[in-house]
C-alpha cells in the first residue's frame, strides 16, 4: 500500500524536521526525491543518507521566498527525472510572538516562507505536474504543510495562524481550480499537532516566555496535556500523511485537510 514506485518528488524544507523524515519515508515508498532547503549542509546529509539506503535523492539550495531558486528546482527535477509526480510544500517557519511583539517586518518574513512560499511552489512545478499527470492512474499530487494553527486560533503565534489558515484555504481553491481544468493534479493539506522538531520546541519556548515560572519543561507539560492521545506527534506521523496523501491510494481525496494532531482539535 501507498507505494511511489517509479515517481518523482519534490520537497521543500527538507534538511531537517518533518521534511527530512519525509523526504526519506517518500523514498523508502519507491519515489525519486529532490531535496530543497536553505539550510545547505544538512540538506545534503539528508541526501546522501536516503542514498546510501539505497534510494534516489538530490539536494538543492532552495529558498522558498525566491522565485529564481522554484525555477532551478523544477529544471533539476525535469533534468533528473524527466518531470514530478509530487511537489510536497513543507517549508514554514514560526516566530512564537503575539500581536504587541510581532512587528511588520515578522509578518513579512513569514508570509514570504509560509504563504509565497507555497504559492510559488504550487506555481513553477505546475507545467511538470500537469505532464505528469498525463500518464499516471491518479494524477499527480500536491501536498501542503498547514497545521492545527490554521484551523483553531494559536494565541502564541497570530501571524502563524494567519499563514496557517490562509494555506488551508489556497489548497482547496488550487484543488477545485484544477479539478475543474481537468488537471487531474490532487492538492491536500496535512494539519500536524505538536511534533518536537525545533519548530515544536519552539512553541514550548514562547509558552515558557508566558508563565510565571519561564519554565520550558512546564510549558511542554501543558502542550501536552492539549493531546488527548496523550503524546506528541511524531515525524513519522505526519510523514505517512504525506506519502499516505501522495499517492495513489488516495485517488478520490483532494482539497481535503488531513488533521494529524492526536485529537488536540477534536475537543
Ligand atoms: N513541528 C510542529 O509541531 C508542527 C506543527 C504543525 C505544522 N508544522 C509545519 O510543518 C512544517 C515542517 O515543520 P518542522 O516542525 O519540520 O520545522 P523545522 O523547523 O524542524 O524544519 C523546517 C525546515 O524548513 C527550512 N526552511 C526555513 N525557511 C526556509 C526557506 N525560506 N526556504 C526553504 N526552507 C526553509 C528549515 O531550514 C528547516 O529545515 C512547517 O510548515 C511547519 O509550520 C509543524
Not at 515578522?106 to 504550487?122: H, I, K, S
Not at 509558552?207 to 511524531?234: C, M, Q, V, Y
Request: net charge neutral; aromatic share 6%.
Amino acid at each position: 500500500m501507498n507505494r511511489l514506485d517509479g515517481k518523482s518528488a519534490l520537497i521543500s524544507g527538507a534538511a531537517t524536521g518533518i521534511g527530512a523524515g519525509t523526504a526519506g519515508m517518500l523514498a523508502e515508498a519507491g519515489a525519486r526525491v529532490i531535496l530543497g532547503d536553505i539550510s545547505d549542509e544538512e540538506g545534503r546529509a539528508v541526501a546522501a543518507r536516503i542514498a546510501a539506503a539505497g534510494g534516489v535523492a538530490h539536494f538543492i539550495h532552495l529558498d522558498v521566498s525566491s522565485e529564481a531558486d522554484w525555477a532551478k528546482a523544477v529544471t533539476l527535477a525535469q533534468k533528473e527525472f524527466g518531470g514530478l509526480d509530487i511537489l510536497v510544500n513543507n517549508a514554514g517557519i514560526l516566530f512564537g510572538r503575539n500581536v504587541e511583539e510581532a512587528s511588520l517586518e515578522d509578518w513579512q518574513t513569514m508570509q514570504a516562507v509560509n504563504q509565497a512560499g507555497t504559492f510559488l511552489g504550487t506555481k513553477h512545478a505546475l507545467p511538470l505536474l500537469k505532464k505528469n499527470a498525463l500518464t499516471s492512474p491518479q494524477g499527480s499530487s500536491i501536498v501542503n504543510l498547514s497545521s492545527v494553527s490554521g484551523l483553531v486560533g494559536s494565541p502564541i503565534d497570530p501571524l502563524y495562524s494567519m499563514t496557517k489558515g490562509g494555506i488551508a484555504l489556497f489548497t482547496k481553491a488550487t484543488a477545485v481550480g484544477f479539478g475543474r481544468s481537468g488537471y487531474r493534479i490532487r492538492v491536500n493539506a496535512v494539519h500536524p499537532g505538536v511534533v518536537e522538531t525545533a519548530q515544536g520546541r519552539q512553541t514550548f519556548a514562547a509558552r515558557a516566555r508566558k508563565l510565571a515560572s519561564g519554565d520550558a519543561g512546564e510549558a511542554r507539560s501543558i502542550a501536552l496535556a492539549n493531546h488527548p492521545i496523550g503524546r506528541f506527534g511524531t515525524v513519522e506521523d505526519v510523514a505517512n500523511a504525506i506519502v499516505f496523501l501522495a499517492s495513489d491510494d488516495a485517488g478520490f481525496i483532494t482539497g481535503s485537510s488531513l488533521v494529524v494532531d492526536g485529537g488536540l482539535t477534536a475537543q
